[in-house]
């Protein structure tokens, strides 16, 4: 967490809560909403024990822009839950925004197309749709514009692949209608495939684990879930899962302190391309290395797995690496 500050929690339109890491601890002590008292009952603020927290409703949704403003200035982590659908997500992004989504397609009202359409964020992920449910239009801009995917199948054959593309993002959006009906039961118009309870969870962890985390918007969960269903226990569980992320996240980048890193130089061929990865001698997370076509001296640096290592000492150079050196070399 480093710097982070801070958080939410949900209730009925926007709520919103904040911590900051030693300081003085303790929180919410007026009315607890159902997902509020699943939060205690999993002991979410046990690991916080040196942290402040702040809280807040905005049922009218009024000062939830001037609070966003002034949290992003002093870089407070933030969570905004909000039952149902969005109004929109460019609300949400300022200028520079890296942008991450996890959904189970394109929606009707569609907001990923609407973003895409005003204009392409810095960096963007979409993360657990699935193609079916997908406008081809929206996947095909995707590509053309080298933003990366990863759709729920790929993701359930190796939840690692999300990392990496959780780590570059900074703004996080999360629609809980991309959960299977069977383990998200109260939401209405469910369906039969969609992410498990264990791996939106996961996915939750890898976003407060972010180098960049600066918000996560949780929204398309019913507003009247009982308490002690299984709406607000995984509401709940999700919370303490990005928080437990930021808590233990470490502050780390390649191109910030070389020093803290293995750097490990992979020859392609006798005259080929050698590609650099860098592994972190704190977390062991990796990092490759892509040359930047503008300007010679300072390289890309991009989160990468082990298995992209893996394949580069195979001979093989990885798919990742070509697609943001073929971004490099289109850049405007």
């Given at each position: 967490?480093?710097?982070?500050?801070?958080?939410?929690?949900?209730?009925?339109?926007?709520?919103l809560?904040a911590?900051?890491?030693?300081?003085?601890?303790?929180?919410?002590e007026?009315?607890?909403t159902?997902v509020?008292?699943s939060?205690f009952?999993y002991?979410?603020?046990?690991a916080?024990r040196?942290s402040r927290v702040?809280?807040?409703?905005?049922?009218?949704?009024?000062?939830l822009?001037g609070?966003l403003s002034?949290?992003e200035?002093?870089r407070v982590?933030?969570?905004?839950?909000?039952?149902g659908?969005l109004?929109?997500?460019?609300?949400?992004?300022p200028?520079?925004?890296?942008v991450?989504?996890?959904s189970q397609?394109?929606?009707?009202p569609?907001?990923?197309?609407?973003?895409l359409e005003?204009?392409?964020?810095?960096?963007?992920?979409?993360?657990?749709f699935?193609?079916y449910?997908a406008?081809?239009?929206?996947l095909?801009?995707?590509?053309?514009?080298?933003?990366e995917t990863?759709?729920?199948?790929?993701?359930r054959?190796?939840?690692?692949m999300?990392?990496?593309?959780l780590?570059?993002?900074?703004?996080h959006?999360?629609?809980?209608?991309?959960?299977r009906?069977?383990?998200?039961?109260e939401i209405?118009h469910?369906?039969p495939?969609?992410l498990?309870?264990?791996e939106?969870?996961?996915?939750a962890?890898?976003?407060?684990?972010s180098?960049?985390?600066?918000?996560?918007?949780v929204?398309?969960?019913p507003?009247?879930?009982?308490?002690?269903?299984?709406?607000?226990?995984?509401m709940a569980?999700?919370?303490w899962?990005?928080?437990e992320?930021l808590a233990?996240?470490?502050?780390?980048h390649p191109?910030?302190?070389?020093?803290?890193?293995h750097?490990?130089a992979v020859?392609?061929g006798?005259?080929?391309?050698e590609l650099?990865?860098?592994q972190s001698?704190?977390?062991g997370r990796?990092w490759i290395e892509?040359?930047?076509c503008k300007?010679?001296g300072t390289p890309?640096?991009?989160?990468?797995?082990?298995?992209d290592?893996?394949m580069a000492?195979?001979?093989?150079?990885p798919?990742?690496?070509l697609?943001?050196?073929q971004?490099?070399?289109?850049?405007?």
């Open positions: 967490m480093g710097s982070s500050e801070h958080r939410l929690i949900p209730q009925l339109p926007f709520y809560a911590f900051r890491k030693r300081r003085t601890h303790n929180i919410l007026d009315k607890a159902p509020r008292r939060s009952s002991r979410f603020l046990d916080y040196d702040f809280y807040m409703e905005d049922t009218m949704e009024t000062r822009p609070i002034a949290v200035k002093l982590p933030c969570i905004v839950m909000h039952p659908d109004p929109g997500m460019g609300a949400f992004l200028s520079g925004a890296r991450s989504l996890v397609g394109t929606e009707n569609d907001h990923l197309s609407t973003l005003q204009s392409l964020p810095d960096y963007f992920t979409w993360i657990g699935q193609r449910l406008n081809p239009a929206v095909e801009k995707l590509s053309d514009n080298y933003m990863l759709r729920l199948g790929e993701f054959k190796n939840h690692l999300a990392e990496p593309l780590r570059e993002a900074s703004h959006f999360v629609d809980m209608r991309c959960m009906h069977a383990d998200f039961p209405k469910g369906n495939n969609g498990y309870a264990e939106i969870c996961t996915l962890r890898y976003m407060g684990l180098h960049h985390f600066q918000l996560a918007v929204y398309g969960y507003s009247d879930c009982r308490k002690g269903s299984l709406t607000a226990k995984l569980q999700l919370l899962h990005v928080t992320g233990v996240s470490v502050q780390e191109g910030e302190d070389a020093a803290s890193f750097r490990k020859q392609m006798e005259d080929g391309q650099v990865f860098l001698r704190k977390s990796w892509v040359p930047n300007q010679s890309f640096y991009i989160s990468c797995s082990i298995d290592y893996v000492c195979k001979g093989e150079i798919l990742k690496w697609f943001y050196y971004k490099s070399n289109n850049f405007s």
